[in-house]
């Protein structure tokens, strides 16, 4: 199952039986005014073994937090790999404050890999 969260704040929820297209050819790499963009990703270690209603609250939780911030343009939430993927706009210490909102409503949430354009 994959929960894919866009900047438009709508949540779409899918289960796949075929594997799905690699997240490197669906998350985008620069915005709508061909800016490039950071990504961070971050690690929610057993969240695919829990049941299906704490599933449904940590993806809610981290849907809100991410609504609160402009700068989002892509998120993914990978429960197979019990992965998130978020694309924003560059901005000082955008990554670090995202994710640690993020840690604050989903507290075992890790950030395991982040890319900001170097300026």
């Not at 297209?21 to 915005?31: E, F, G, H, N, S």
């Not at 963009?37 to 299906?52: A, E, H, V």
């Not at 409503?105 to 890999?113: G, H, K, Q, W």
């Amino acid at each position: 199952m994959k929960i894919r969260i866009y900047a438009s704040s709508t949540l779409t929820t899918r289960s796949e039986s075929r594997p799905g297209l690699p997240l490197w050819q669906l998350a985008p790499t620069r915005d709508s005014t061909g800016r490039r963009l950071t990504d961070f990703m971050m690690l929610i270690p057993r969240l695919r073994s829990r049941t299906p209603e704490d599933i449904e609250r940590a993806s809610r939780d981290i849907q809100s937090v991410l609504a609160l911030h402009q700068d989002v343009v892509f998120a993914d939430l990978n429960l197979k790999l019990n992965l998130l993927w978020v694309s924003l706009r560059p901005s000082p210490g955008a990554i670090s404050e995202l994710a640690a909102a993020i840690r604050l409503r989903v507290p075992e949430a890790v950030l395991v890999a982040h890319y900001a354009e170097p300026h």
